[in-house]
């Protein structure tokens, strides 16, 4: 698998707790979660055994590139519509 994205209502915590260190601890090397009440999007990367190393949150207008596809994007503006 090369990314997983979850969008969260009331379970981003879970998503941010339990689901985040599972998804390093099994290597998955991209992991995004769209907050949907914020329109956030969190970007992890670099998984390990402690979690993810790289975390970045991306809002407004911005567009976002996929690791495993990096000719790949989507925007902010697409994922919230």
């Given at each position: 698998?090369?990314?997983?994205?979850?969008?969260?209502?009331?379970?981003?915590?879970?998503?941010?707790?339990?689901?985040?260190?599972?998804?390093?601890?099994?290597?998955?090397?991209?992991?995004?979660?769209?907050?949907?009440?914020?329109?956030?999007?969190?970007?992890?990367?670099?998984?390990?055994?402690?979690?993810?190393?790289?975390?970045?949150?991306?809002a407004g207008a911005a567009t976002l590139t996929l690791l495993a596809f990096?000719?790949?994007?989507?925007?902010?503006?697409?994922?919230?519509?």
């Amino acid at each position: 698998m090369l990314l997983l994205i979850e969008v969260a209502d009331i379970s981003l915590a879970y998503y941010r707790s339990t689901k985040l260190h599972l998804y390093a601890e099994a290597g998955i090397p991209e992991y995004w979660v769209v907050d949907s009440a914020a329109e956030v999007v969190e970007v992890h990367r670099t998984p390990g055994p402690e979690g993810y190393r790289d975390v970045s949150w991306v809002a407004g207008a911005a567009t976002l590139t996929l690791l495993a596809f990096p000719d790949v994007a989507l925007t902010t503006t697409e994922i919230f519509a």
